[in-house]
Structure formats: C-alpha cells, structure tokens
C-alpha cells in the first residue's frame, strides 16, 4: 500500500521494484556517483536529465526552459510533476529559481556572464570585425544579449544623440548580433561607406531608409545609383550604459 504525497515529498515518476521508472528509464542505484553528488545529494535519473535540459537551453538560446518546456520535453502532463523535480534538485542543492517567474532556473556553479568583445564606436570610423581586433571585451550578464547564441555577438559604443527617444544615449554601448539581414522596423548598425551609424531600418520601395528616434534629426536614405555602399553589420540586441 502506497502511502500519500505530501508537498515537499520527492515524487520521480514512480519506480518498479527492478529499478526502472514507469517510463522505462533505469533507476540510478550502485555506490559510484559523478563526483558533484558525493559532496550533494545523490539524482535520480530524471533529475539528471532534467538539470541537464536546463544547462542546455540556456547554453543554446539565453535563458532557461518554462515548466511547460520541460513538461514536454519530458512527457510530464502536468506543472506539478515538474515542479516536483525542480523542487528535489533545489532541495539537494542543484539548482536555484525565483519564485514567481517563469524562466528563473539557474544550475547551481553555473554563471550567466558572459564577454563581448568591445570593436570601437558606433558613429565614425569603420569598426574592425575581427575578434582579435577588438579593443578590449566586456563582462556582462547574458540576459542583456536578449537570448541565443553571444558568440556572433559584439559591443559598440555610441556617440550621438540619433537614438536618445529610444533610450540609447550617448556613450552608451549596444550590443550587436551579427547578421545580414533584418526585419522592417528593427534597430541595426549599417555601415554606410565608411561610416557606422545606428538607426532603425525601414526598406521602402525604391531606396533604404535608416530613421533616427530623434525628432529633431532627419532621416538618412540611400537610393541605387548614388554611388554609396551599405552594409547592414547586424541588428541591436541590447544596450549598456555605465553609471
């Protein structure tokens, strides 16, 4: 007879008498265990596994899963059974979360820093690209790089006011995904001739328009045939201002 679960029981999906959890996974047993859980406490298989998801995706895109993510990945139906191993991996000193919110799971020794290499300024000079050129880096969280992957990243600073009414300042640094390509609307730096600027991209019908968010200043468009080259260096994922 199986006795009640109360909140705070450890709940793993349930376990046959030959060691295998109801969906067919062995259960860890024997006296070798990772290093990490001599000095913890020992995990259950799935607790492994569901600890290691949560790495993974905030390796792959920034943040960690929702409950929902995790339920699915794993075919756990409800939010409940998840949290039941969330809250054993707390319990046991793996993991740590805020409560309330729902991507807030961060493996416990895990960090969230990360460094952005710092290619000069935004508003002249043509910034070098290359990794090894770069002036020096930056060590930020990586909640500010807006997710996904920080090594097509890279930091600008900003000289200028064109983007004061979008809360980027002057001597600001933006923090830039590298990518040809954006979507209407989106804040990018595009290299015109020489010249670095950071703008919001509008591509109309027949020319490119890179619009300040400043009501005082005009709106910079290049048309074809007028001799300028424009390259779009990437689209503006974050921005960081020392106080």
């Not at 290499?117 to 020096?136: C, D, I, N, Y």
């Not at 990018?188 to 991209?201: F, N, P, Q």
């Not at 328009?209 to 974050?238: D, F, H, K, T, Y």
Request: glycine content about 12%; hydrophobic content about 35%; aromatic content about 4%.
């Amino acid at each position: 007879m199986q006795r009640p679960v109360h909140d705070g029981d450890e709940v793993d999906a349930g376990h046959d008498e030959l060691g295998h959890d109801q969906l067919g996974h062995d259960q860890p047993g024997g006296d070798e265990l990772p290093q990490g859980e001599l000095e913890r406490g020992a995990l259950t298989l799935r607790q492994r596994q569901v600890l290691g998801y949560i790495s993974e995706c905030i390796e792959a895109q920034g943040f960690p899963p929702t409950l929902r993510e995790i339920g699915v990945r794993f075919g756990i139906r409800s939010t409940n059974g998840v949290n039941d191993h969330l809250r054993a991996l707390e319990r046991k000193g793996y993991l740590e979360r805020e409560l309330w919110k729902s991507r807030a799971l961060r493996p416990v020794g895990s960090t969230s820093v990360v460094s952005v290499p710092l290619l000069g300024q935004v508003a002249a000079g043509r910034p070098q690209l290359a990794v090894e050129q770069s002036e020096t880096s930056l060590k930020v969280d990586r909640a500010l790089l807006g997710g996904g992957r920080t090594d097509e990243v890279f930091a600008l600073r900003v000289r200028g006011d064109s983007m004061v009414e979008d809360g980027i300042f002057d001597k600001d640094y933006v923090f830039v995904r590298r990518q040809p390509t954006a979507r209407a609307g989106a804040t990018v730096v595009a290299l015109i001739d020489d010249e670095a600027t950071v703008k919001r991209y509008y591509p109309e019908a027949d020319h490119l328009r890179l619009q300040p968010a400043n009501a005082s200043m005009a709106p910079i468009r290049v048309r074809p045939g007028e001799g300028r080259e424009v390259q779009l260096l990437g689209v503006v994922v974050g921005v960081y201002r020392r106080l």
